[in-house]
């Protein structure tokens, strides 16, 4: 992990989880914790080495990479923690993420782990979409669901922290199939982020790049081509699929061999937000067979 200065004001801690950092008239501001415990001590440790001041933290979305050190921050620092309203419950009750991808159940163990369930978190006020005003800092919150439900992109000095809106190239090739929950949304939330104004944009995964329409348009191609191949698996079979098989022959295709339950979840999940995007295009429909949920082209 390292720090990275943008602007007078803006700064990253980048590493495999990037972490804005804005300081301003003696005020700092940070942008999501990281993982864990360990990583935000790696933040607070940069902050006393360089001498920086933090006063402020915003959370831009309630996935554990990205908000999993914000209740240790609060014990050391308390400090006011922000976020969008949804993804604040979330964070109140991080065994929600579990209780989704289980379908609802109560989570097996295995899915209780740092990677699907953070520390709880109570968050301490709401970042409203466009216009706000945190101490000194004047911050144009976005509105970039898809990747989650409520994920807030924020515009600081003119640089943008995109959150999970957009991964950058090397992430995108590392996922190869991207979590989202709405395909749909992932793909307006992308097209936005082509017309922002910006001297440069930073992803939660990925560089820095002060022309970064490139990375988002692959971004955009990857979902477009991954909804493609869905229709051609679903086409394919006359009686339909279950979400189950696609999820497992779109694995397959792609050569990813899934190690773990919650890995596997996590797919799945992505397959249903494109095989929904497909239901709401009337290219295909849920129907039931043979006592099975089944996906059959229209």
């Known amino acids: 992990m390292k720090l990275q200065q943008f602007t007078d004001h803006c700064y990253a801690f980048t590493g495999a989880v990037n972490i804005g950092y804005c300081q301003k008239d003696g005020k700092g501001l940070l ?21 920086l001041p933090l006063d ?21 620092m308390d400090i006011p923690l922000y976020a969008p309203a949804l993804e604040s419950s979330i964070m109140a009750n991080p065994i929600l993420e579990p209780i989704y991808l289980f379908n609802g159940a109560n989570p097996i163990e295995e899915l209780r782990n740092k990677f699907l369930e953070g520390p709880s978190v109570k968050v301490d006020h709401h970042v409203k979409i466009g216009e706000n005003s945190i101490g000194p800092f004047d911050i144009h919150a976005l ?5 989650s439900y409520a994920q807030t992109g924020l515009l600081i000095d003119h640089i943008l922290y995109a959150g999970d809106g957009y991964f950058g190239k090397e992430a995108l090739k590392k996922h190869v199939i991207p979590f989202i929950i709405d395909a749909d949304q992932t793909l307006s939330s992308l097209e936005k982020l082509l017309h922002i104004e910006c001297k440069g944009a930073i992803p939660g ?38 979400l189950d098989m696609l999820t497992k022959e779109l694995l397959t295709l792609h050569n990813i061999k899934v190690k773990s339950l919650g890995q596997w979840l996590l797919f799945r999940t992505s397959v249903t937000a494109y095989v929904v995007s497909l239901e709401r295009k009337e290219q295909v429909k849920f ?10 082209a229209t």
Request: glycine share 6%; hydrophobic share 30%; aromatic share 6%.
């Open 287 to 296: 129907i039931i067979r043979d006592n099975e949920p089944r996906v059959v």
């Open 56 to 76: 402020y933290c915003i959370i831009t979305h309630a996935h554990t990479d990205h908000f999993g050190g914000a209740s240790y921050l609060k014990k050391r």
């Open 143 to 147: 509105d970039l669901p898809g990747h």
């Open 205 to 242: 995964h990925g560089q820095f790049e002060e022309t970064f329409q490139d990375a988002v348009r692959d971004n955009q191609k990857v979902h477009n081509e991954l909804i493609s191949s869905l229709y051609q698996l679903i086409e394919r079979k006359e009686e339909g699929e279950s």
């Open 31 to 51: 942008i999501d914790t990281g993982l864990d415990e360990s990583s935000i001590k790696k933040v607070l440790n940069l902050i006393n080495q360089h001498s």
